[in-house]
T-cell receptor, first 114, second 113 residues
Framework: AQSVTQPDIHITVSEGASLELRCNYSYGATPYLFWYVQSPGQGLQLLLKYFSGDTLVQGIKGFEAEFKRSQSSFNLRKPSVHWSDAAEYFCAVGPRASGYALNFGKGTSLLVTP | EAQVTQNPRYLITVTGKKLTVTCSQNMNHEYMSWYRQDPGLGLRQIYYSMNVEVTDKGDVPEGYKVSRKEKRNFPLILESPSPNQTSLYFC????????????FGDGTRLSIL
């Protein structure tokens, strides 16, 4: 069965510290992979995506993610967190075949402390 | 400005009273979809549409209907709402490349009493 797991429901980091949000997936084949961010009261914004090629993907707002096929993981990282990064983060996977069904993880809530 | 516009943003209604949540995008995107977001469950896809007159079920389609008569509009219809449809709903759109949702609306919070 297809699934996306974000093991951490909540994460707290200090402003300026590095960040890594974990995402693991279970899929029949290598899917398309995405990270989204949701600020309070707003819709989701696409941070970055992986389709193929270089396994280290750069996104907006200084985020990057690394696809590791052997670990079925697509972890999101940022070297130095800003207070404005506090939000909910969602990992999502989608099939390479035709269709338009994305599976989302349950999200990780990021709290940034001064 | 690229936008996905949902209306209403908030709605409180009663069981069984038909309602429609509208969604409109101004980017000429082929793909549109509806999601519901519930605490602890993340986002789950309700329906999606790959183009005009082409729709298909997502993961949780029961109790919902959609239509895609025009490219820009993708309304979500609850014919007989029930309390378990109380949720936060998002409409999203994208171009053909990758097909992932590129633009989300700001959400519609529905409360069914």
């Amino acid at each position: 069965a297809q699934s996306v797991t974000q093991p951490d429901i909540h994460i707290t980091v200090s402003e300026g510290a590095s960040l890594e949000l974990r995402c693991n997936y279970s899929y029949g084949a290598t899917p398309y992979l995405f990270w989204y961010v949701q600020s309070p009261g707003q819709g989701l914004q696409l941070l970055l995506k992986y389709f193929s090629g270089d396994t280290l993907v750069q996104g907006i707002k200084g985020f990057e993610a690394e696809f590791k096929r052997s670990q079925s993981s697509f972890n999101l990282r940022k070297p130095s967190v800003h207070w404005s990064d506090a939000a909910e983060y969602f990992c999502a996977v989608g099939p390479r075949a035709s269709g338009y069904a994305l599976n989302f993880g349950k999200g990780t809530s990021l709290l940034v402390t001064p | 400005e690229a936008q996905v516009t949902q209306n209403p943003r908030y709605l409180i209604t009663v069981t069984g009273k038909k309602l429609t949540v509208t969604c409109s995008q101004n980017m000429n995107h082929e793909y549109m979809s509806w999601y519901r977001q519930d605490p602890g469950l993340g986002l789950r896809q309700i329906y999606y549409s790959m183009n005009v007159e082409v729709t298909d079920k997502g993961d949780v389609p029961e109790g919902y209907k959609v239509s895609r008569k025009e490219k820009r509009n993708f309304p979500l219809i609850l014919e007989s709402p029930s309390p378990n449809q109380t949720s936060l709903y998002f409409c999203a759109s994208s171009t053909g490349q990758g097909r992932q949702p590129q633009h989300f609306g700001d959400g519609t919070r529905l409360s069914i009493l």
